[in-house]
């Protein structure tokens, strides 16, 4: 069987990566744990705030959720797992 998982938001905490980014590069964020989304608050358009996230380090330092990994290779077992 092969199952296939995303990794930011599942396995990857995107959001906590995201408020890290707009606090190390002081951009006004009244952060709302209740919304969704990370980006509709923020003083930069969405696309250039996407392009200095993605940029940097911040996609790739980006920490894993509490108890993921234990999840992630319990289910994998004996499948393939695809991220």
Not at 59 to 77: P, Q
Request: charged share 25%; net charge negative; aromatic share 14%.
């Amino acid at each position: 069987m092969r199952i296939c998982s995303d990794v930011d938001g599942v396995i990857l905490d995107y959001f906590r990566g995201f408020i890290e980014f707009t606090q190390r590069e002081k951009i006004p964020y009244p952060h709302d744990p209740e919304l969704y989304g990370v980006t509709r608050e923020i003083s930069l358009t969405t696309l250039k705030c996407v392009i200095v996230f993605h940029a940097g380090d911040s996609l790739r330092n980006l920490k894993y959720i509490d108890g993921s990994l234990e999840i992630l290779n319990f289910w994998k077992g004996p499948h393939e797992f695809i991220l």
